[in-house]
């Protein structure tokens, strides 16, 4: 009992009102699920739980990455972050929207790379003018992310083409899958070293502020990540259950619910946290959280999907995308690259970032 009351004041007040919110939004959308409340009011109740059990995932992670690093930060926060979107993924398959699967997938890469990232850049380049990062990092993500999302485009050129390959797209689709696991595997090291982010390339208030709410209990943000997975599990079910009927009653196609609307529920932790970052000036930490999730989307979430749609029955996935959705995110990929690799940011690159992300988004809002 005294162990409890420790841990609920080891928690800022917004984080209770975090967890207070995650609650009440899971115990609502759980009531729409089974009581008809209307397709669109199930739809927004579920996904706003499905962004709030994100945050909470953040919170807990933030807890327990503060103690080993930027990197290991980032690829904890990611891959743990990733998890909703994953359960999401995986329901809407079973339900055969693949055409959701597939722009969710393209989306929430897009979406971290130009609307988190560029919030973030704009929000810190406002409050701080020209911001700095580690050069060697930037170089380093930059480079895998080119590389991954390469790799993983590969089978959808191959398809346009009309090469031989073209006609085995299932089995090129898996040794793909296979090859960037294998990469991400080989990644995990080196992004797992504990570096000294906040030193002299850091500012002293930026240090200070990094601890100015108390940190969690170990049990309790190891405890909340458990609970909070199962959670988002059955809560992406109803996401789903409710996504096909509110497509239709608001009249938006597949293609667009998958990039925008999943992708952001899906990634609400880097949304908030790597905003948040670039607003204290920690940027190396906000590069690490943003950059490392559509990282390990195109290294692991995307492997997944394909793999598991083998044996989780319902349609099949394989990395064969539109014409239009592995354009734009070639060419965004590569605008990034650019951006981050002088290790060095302002704010109308955000603001540019932003404004690709408003243009891409309109374009798929007819399918």
Known sequence: MNDSIGAVKSMSAGDRRLFAAAGLLTVFAGVTRYVDLGDVTAFVVSGLALAALAALVGRSVDNLGDRFGAGATGVLQSALGNLPELFVCVFALRAHLTRVVEAAVIGSILGNILLVLGLALLVGGLRHGTQRFDSNRARVISALMVLAVAAMLVPSLANYVHTPAAEHERALSVVASIVLLIVFAASVPSSLRREDQLGDDQPGDAAAEAHDEPRWPVALAVGTLAGTGLLAALVSDWFVHALDPAIHSLHISQTFAGLVIVAIAGNAVENVVGVQLAARN??????????????????????????LSFVIGGATFVLVFPPLLVTTLAASVLAVSFIIVDAESVWLEGAALLGLYAVIAASFWWG
């Open 282 to 307: 920690r940027t190396d930490y906000a590069l690490s959280v943003i950059l490392n999730s559509p990282l390990q989307i195109a290294l692991v979430l995307a492997p997944l999907l394909v793999l």
